[in-house]
Structures are given as C-alpha cells and as structure tokens.
C-alpha cells in the first residue's frame, strides 16, 4: 500500500466518527431513553447477525454480512437517517444516500472504494441472500429493542401491527424461525397497547 | 435451534444494549466533544481493521479479528471502562472483566458462549497474530481520534509520548507500515504540545 492510499484511509476513518452523532427514533433503554446513533446501532446488527446466523433458512456468507451491516449506515453521515414509517422522510432519500456514497466512499483508495459500493449497493437492492439476511437483521434489532422497552419508538409514533409486519416481511423467506417469533412479538406488542391493531 | 436457544439469544441482544452507556475517556470530535461509548467505538475499531487489514506483516483471518472486536469490550457493561494510562483504574481490572465474561457470555446458549468466550480470552492473552493485530488496532484508533481532535483526551489527561508509544508496541511487528505512520504522528503531537515530551 502506498503513503497516499494511508493517508486516504485515515480521512476516512477519520469521517466515519461523524455517524456517532446521527440519530435514530430507537431509544436506548439503559441511558433514559435516549436516541441511539447509527454507529452503535450499527455495532449491535453486527452482533445480531453473527449470534443468529445459525437460523438461516439458505447458507449466507456471515463475514460480507457483517461489514454489510457495518457499513450500510455510513451514507446517513451526508443523507442523515429517515424514520422508516415517516413516508415524508423516505421520499428523497434515495438520492441523497447515493450521492452520499459517491463522496464518502470516494474518500477511499479506488480498490477499496468499488468493494464498499458495491457491498453498500447490494445491501440496498435486497437481491442476495446475504443482503436479505443483514437487512432482515436491521429491521428485527428494532423489533427486540422495542418490546425490550414499553414500546419505545413504537408508542411514541403511534405505530400500527401492518407497519411492522411489512417491515419485518424478509425474515419469512431468510430466517422462518425468527420470523414465527417476530410475529408472536408484535402480537404481544399491539396486546399491550404499544402497536395500533 | 430451540426455542430456549433463542430465548437466551435474545436475552443477551438485549442485554448488549447497555454497551451504549459505557463511556470512555475519547472524546467524539462531531458532537462538540463528548465521550464516546464503547459500542460505537467497537464499531469504529471493527471498521479500521477491515480498511488496514492489507497492512499486516503475516496474513490474519479478518472475520475472526472482526468478531474480536466486535466483542472485546462487551464485559465492560459489568465490568467499566479503565482508562488505559490511569494505573489505579487497571488495577483490579482483569478480576473485573473475568466475572463480567462470565455472567454476560454465561447468558447465550453453551456453544456460542464457548465460542465467544474462547475469542475474548485470545484477545485479552495477546499471543496469537490475530489478537495482537486486533489489539494494535483497538490501540491505534484513540491515537487518530486525538490526532484529529487537538490531543483529545491525551491533553485533557497531561499524557506523555512514552506512554503512547507503550500503547501501540504491537504495530511495530503486526503493521510495520502502521507503526511507522504512527511515531510520526506521536511526534507531531509533541510538537503541537499535546503530549508531554
């Protein structure tokens, strides 16, 4: 590797503590309540899958899903992030996540900058196995974190059972144990008044 | 996987949560310099030693030295974060983490807390290539951080050159290139006076 292939990677490095204070509407449960950040959500889907890989219903490669999940959040860095059940919000989105790629990752030595595209860029087409899986994980974390804490962002946003049901649809075909159980959560969830039926 | 297989599975996804509210001595530059926890940080470490991996002196097995970071601080929810050059912090410190291992392992089911067991303690013994590239990298990062951030925490704490270049000894023989780069930088921070001589 050269000086200047170094130097690219410590600014992106150095880029990547900026994630640290883009928030999400999940809420910390040990700290009252606070946001979490996409860098810590990040570490958490990370272990997630790792800990569940074994529920697979097809073999996944666990190592390109775990730097997926690591690294599917750095766009939020330029696009920030947008509450998955505010349409408002997601509109636009898109366009801001690719053109936040194209700076960030472009911060990177070429070699380096077309493997993270493309692994950032799978996980968002949702084609693979491997990109099901991780996002299956992503949108599951919020799922436990939620029932883990009265609702959490669920009761404050008046959250409905379809919401989350469609939310969660990809765990059915990657991960039917995990499925079956999810559904059993959202159950209980609208049970104790924290989802509308 | 049984039911109660992910019962504890689940139990200790929930419990990671709590890594979120562990702070450490580094400061995060984008939020006006707050400390940063130890679940973003493990984040940020994992992310680094994926970007530098081509930097190794002897081939590693990079998903094992992601794991090993991903998981490295997770006793420090029992356990605390000691601040490294604080001696009165370390002290006492490993009988910590021993029970802390135990108890937050002890919560997933026998084959992955022997799994996960096992990569902790090889992090923690330093003998293997492995955990000595992931512990230069878990050592490196801070000394980013506070490059990026006007000494960072090495000024708040009036900490010295001697104790930094202790601090990343591994590089010199996993990273040789790192290690270089990285007395560069120790020196700079002399020179700006953010690290005693």
Not at 131 to 144: E, G, I, T, V
Not at 177 to 189: K, T
Request: with cysteine; net charge negative.
């Amino acid at each position: 590797m050269s000086a200047e292939n170094l130097k690219q990677q410590i600014e992106f490095i150095n880029e990547l503590d900026k994630l640290k204070s883009v928030y999400r509407q999940t809420m910390v449960k040990s700290e009252n309540s606070r946001q979490e950040n996409s860098a810590e959500h990040s570490w958490h889907i990370a272990m997630m899958a790792t800990l569940l890989v074994d529920y697979v219903s097809k073999p996944v490669d666990i190592h390109r899903v775990t730097i997926m999940l690591l690294i599917h959040d750095i766009v939020e860095i330029d696009a920030g992030d947008a509450f998955v059940f505010d349409a408002n919000q997601v509109a636009g989105q898109e366009d801001k996540e690719i053109k936040a790629a194209e700076r960030l990752f472009g911060l990177l030595p070429e070699c380096q900058r077309d493997y993270v595209m493309a692994l950032w860029q799978e996980f968002e087409a949702l084609e693979t196995h491997d990109a099901r899986f991780a996002k299956a994980m992503d949108c599951m974390l919020p799922l436990l974190q939620n029932m883990d804490n009265n609702g959490g962002s669920w009761s404050k946003h008046s959250i409905s059972r379809a919401q989350v049901l469609k939310r969660n649809q990809y765990l059915e075909s990657v991960a039917p144990e995990l499925h079956e159980y999810a559904l059993s959560q959202i159950d209980l969830a609208v049970e104790k008044g924290w989802l509308k039926p």
